[in-house]
């Protein structure tokens, strides 16, 4: 069936995007499928690499334990420094134990739990995202998944230490973004960062799953658009051949940017510090669209919108490559 046959305006608009472009869609979904390597590291394997003494926390003091969050406090060059990363696991028995890296309401609040005790301490905070969205299943919903991954973003836009978060891997809905509100967002170049997953996007779209490749084509989750629309601050290179061919090498590369984010981050006053990150995340996502023909017949639905052109970018980058705020 051909995608532009189903569905409204919207999905007209999406299907006429990818059809026109077959080179872009196979380049997202290639690298969809870079991110979603079962070899590349994951939270624990940077972790291990970047911190000395470092001591997991379990439990969530109300529910119990969420193997698909590791999180706790390590050494990192000499100093405390708090963790949190989304861990899905190398074989079948540990992706099984560790739900595919699906967090479960138990899991953001052992996630809150260090953020307070970061900001208690006055030490700063890293998150590693890496996951194909939060658990979707009833028994998540019934312990109030929604609810948990409000208050997840909600102390993480409150917290007054300095924090950066850091796409390792597949960075996917509200799973990702729950621990990713923070004042700097990094993003491996192979890995990927949207509102849903593909296959979600495809089953919303077309209910058809089996579309996620042009669904991928469409939004375009990669580490370049990303960048372009200043949905993340930087791209960290990987190894050549992906992370998943070197994680030592990931892991190194991962540590300088760390550093310099911190660096940065440090020499900012805290109250700025604060306005700084709230105004980033309200400006993602700003557009505007311009009607064409009557106000009414748009209104009604008549006439189609005209948004060709239209959205705005956060950033514009020179040609100098230096970043202009707008």
């Not at 999905?11 to 979904?29: L, N």
């Not at 999180?71 to 100093?79: P, Q």
């Not at 239209?310 to 707008?326: K, L, M, Y």
């Amino acid at each position: 069936m051909n995608p532009r046959s189903v569905g409204g305006r919207f999905v007209r608009r999406i299907a006429d995007r990818i059809q026109g472009a077959p080179e872009e869609t196979s380049s997202s979904w290639d690298a969809v499928q870079t991110a979603r390597h079962q070899d590349r590291p994951y939270p624990l394997d940077y972790i291990t690499r970047l911190c000395t003494d470092f001591e997991e926390l379990h439990g969530d003091r109300a529910f119990g334990d969420d193997p698909a969050i590791v999180c706790g406090v390590g050494r990192y060059h000499d100093e405390p420094v708090a963790f949190i990363g989304e861990q899905k696991g190398r074989d079948t028995q540990e992706r099984t134990f560790r739900n595919f890296g699906m967090p479960s309401p138990e899991g953001y609040r052992k996630a809150l739990r260090v953020m307070a005790l970061a900001e208690k301490l006055d030490i700063p905070l890293v998150t590693l995202i890496d996951t194909p969205g939060a658990f979707p299943g009833a028994g998540a919903e019934q312990r109030g998944q929604g609810g948990a991954i409000a208050r997840s973003i909600a102390a993480m836009v409150r917290i007054s230490v300095p924090t950066v978060a850091v796409i390792v891997g597949e960075g996917s809905s509200g799973g990702a973004l729950a621990i990713g509100v923070a004042d700097r967002v990094l993003m491996f170049s192979g890995s990927t960062y949207s509102v849903i997953s593909p296959e979600g996007g495809a089953a919303i779209l077309w209910r058809d799953a089996g579309k996620a490749r042009l669904a991928a084509g469409a939004f375009k989750p990669t580490a370049a658009t990303c960048y372009r629309f200043g949905i993340v601050d930087a791209v960290v290179p990987e190894p050549k051949g992906g992370a998943q061919r070197d994680h030592d090498e990931a892991a190194r590369l991962l540590d300088q940017y760390l550093q310099r984010q911190f660096r940065d981050l440090r020499a900012i006053p805290t109250p700025d510090r604060l306005r700084q990150r709230r105004e980033r995340f309200r400006r993602l996502g700003a557009h505007r669209e311009f009607a064409i023909g009557d106000p009414a017949a748009v209104a009604s639905g008549r006439v189609e919108l005209a948004t060709g052109g239209a959205q705005e970018s956060p950033r514009q980058i020179s040609g100098d490559g230096s970043q202009n705020g707008r």
